[in-house]
């Protein structure tokens, strides 16, 4: 019997993310997911690197900023800011608990579903959901100069063969 593709997807997420948590510092694991969420590298807003990106530059968005805020409460703010390649925009946001609960996002052609964890303050677990299918999982990882930050998506690809793709994204402020 053929498993599902949402089965093989989460199986795969489950084996990504298991090292990063892991992986964590006893010191971070004794640590409350408050205290994560509060002294996470990962606030702030960040600019996509879109030179890096595998696609030919007329097909890049012109700009891509992720802002991550500390709501209280062990829960963070998120907001998306896309300026397409043809100019049109779009401005997503939500607020998550950082313990899985899943919370509306708004106005993304993405998702309208998200669920977050920090396992760790310098990284962050999230899948995405659109009408109740889980559409993508991003695990964001601030690099040890707390300046750069590395995002991996897992998607179904063609066929349900899951696609993994690696974004770069920069520092433009400091969130707290």
């Known amino acids: 019997m053929k498993p599902s ?7 795969f997420i489950a084996a990504l993310a298991s090292p990063l948590a892991l992986a964590a510092t006893p010191e971070a694991s004794a640590t409350a997911p408050a205290q994560h969420a509060a002294a996470s590298p990962l606030l702030g807003s960040w600019s996509l690197d879109t030179s890096r990106m595998r696609m030919p530059p007329g097909q890049r968005p012109k700009s891509v900023i992720f802002t991550f805020g500390n709501a209280g409460g062990n829960k963070w703010d998120m907001r998306v800011d896309i300026v397409y390649a043809p100019g049109n925009e779009v401005h ?53 100069d707390k300046h750069s930050l590395v995002e991996t998506a897992v998607y179904p690809g063609k066929d349900g063969v899951p696609v993994m793709k690696t974004n770069y994204f920069i520092r433009v402020h400091q969130g707290g």
């Open 5 to 11: 593709l949402k089965v093989v997807i989460v199986a």
């Open 92 to 144: 997503s946001s939500g607020a998550a608990a950082l313990d899985g609960t899943p919370s509306v996002v708004k106005n993304s052609p993405e998702a309208d579903t998200a669920a977050m964890e920090l396992p760790s303050p310098d990284v962050l677990v999230m899948a995405l959901l659109k009408n109740g299918v889980l559409v993508s999982t991003r695990i964001y990882a601030v690099l040890p």
